[in-house]
């Protein structure tokens, strides 16, 4: 199966940066995305990693290590209004075309 | 604009009705799928289809049924069988073509709550 962590809860002052980490362990990794999810709203698409390494943009960028099974997040000069959770989920190829597994989000608050 | 809709937003059930829930996309996407979204849980899949005609199991099945009669709809039914329906239910669909990530994309949200 799929084991996905990231941290439950972060808080972050407005302007700074911030790392929210993912870890997972499957066998048939395919693809790991990054999701932002507003209270009550759909999730939307952040960003997308397949190979190693850094995919920026702008002020979102996402790292990916295979061998490691890790993934970061990064947000820049914080905004109010990136409060939200940011949920990892990692595509694995064993359980059908494009079948995603998520784990259960990070709520970042940002504070002034 | 395309996009997924989903309805209704808000639902109440009484205990041992059987409820629908409505999904429709116009971005003529292949693939659609539902979650059921807990608090503290992240998205759990329940059916998934990738083709009209064809749906298969998610990981939390039971207590629910789909339909891909069309390929712009995929409906969930949640019947009285589903032990604890009260959730927040989302609807994703994404392309199969090559050249894209194959993100999903999701709807609005449907919230059921049984009383």
């Known amino acids: 199966g799929q084991n996905i962590d990231q941290p439950t809860e972060m808080t972050a002052t407005e302007g700074a940066i911030v790392q929210i980490n993912c870890t997972y362990q499957t066998s048939g990794f395919n693809g790991l995305f990054w999701y932002q999810q507003h209270a009550g709203e759909a999730p939307t698409f952040l960003s997308y990693n397949v190979l190693d390494g850094l995919e920026e943009k702008g002020r979102f960028s996402s790292f990916l290590s295979r061998s490691k099974g890790y993934s970061y997040l990064l947000l820049k000069e914080l905004q109010m209004k990136d409060s939200a959770s940011y949920l990892c989920?990692?595509?694995?190829?064993?359980?059908?075309?494009?079948?995603?597994?998520f784990g259960t989000g990070t709520r970042l608050t940002v504070i002034p | 604009d395309g996009g997924i809709t989903q309805s209704p937003k808000y639902l109440f059930r009484k205990e041992g009705q059987n409820v629908t829930l409505s999904c429709e996309q116009n971005?003529?996407?292949?693939?659609m799928y539902w979650y059921r979204q807990d608090p503290g849980q992240g998205l759990r899949l329940i059916y998934y289809s990738q083709i009209v005609n064809d749906f298969q199991k998610g990981d939390i099945a039971e207590g629910y049924s789909v339909s891909r009669e069309k390929k712009e709809s995929f409906p969930l039914t949640v019947t009285s069988a589903q032990k604890n329906p009260t959730a927040f239910y989302l609807c994703a669909s994404s392309t199969g073509n090559r050249g894209y990530t194959g993100e999903l994309f999701f709807g609005e949200g449907s919230r059921l709550t049984v009383l």
């Open positions: 971005l003529n996407h292949d693939a």
């Open positions: 989920a990692v595509r694995d190829r064993r359980t059908g075309a494009n079948n995603l597994f």
